[in-house]
């Protein structure tokens, strides 16, 4: 019985062996492609690697042309403000002029045109509205309003209606002392 029991044991143990070994097959198999998969993910982490260093240094490359032509920019705005403040300084010496003041100038002379322009639209404004008051008065309606608006405003004989007088005069050479002694004062300053 002892003799049985044993060759059982020996049975079993070889039985054991055989498992073992196939176990160690599979298990060594297994290991072998998780190795391949981990020389795969190694290739690949290489390559990402590779592909952020070359664009960070494209980015790099990127961001210091920038720079270089926003100074090169910065540059070419000083020197075109200098050739704009010599081009001032030629065009003054030459015709003998005031840069500034011609400017100024012709500012308030394109404020004047706005203002006469206002003033003859109101003017016809006032023209039509004042019809409008005459054919409703002829209608039937009340002439009292055409004789207070005809009190309150002046017929020009240019054709405008004035309203009001004036709170100071708008002569032209008037205005341009005034503007040239202010321009005076804020250089002063």
Known sequence: MVLIDQEETIKKMKDDVHYNSQLFELLSLDISSLNVKIKNLQDVNQTRNQLLSEMREASSNEMMVMKLEMEAMKADKVMKDNQLNMLYVVIESHLKIDVHAVFNEIEV?????????????????????????????????????????????????????????????????????????????????
């Open 109 to 189: 002379k394109r404020v004047e045109e706005r203002r006469i322009q206002r003033e003859r639209e109101l003017a016809q404004e006032a023209t039509q509205h004042r019809k409008a008051v005459v054919v409703d008065a002829e209608a039937g309606g009340s002439s009292s309003v055409v004789d207070v608006e005809m009190t309150e405003a002046e017929a020009d004989p240019l054709g405008f209606v004035l309203a009001g007088e004036p709170s100071e005069s708008l002569d032209l050479t008037d205005i341009l002392h005034r503007v040239h002694a202010l321009q005076k004062k804020k250089k002063a300053r």
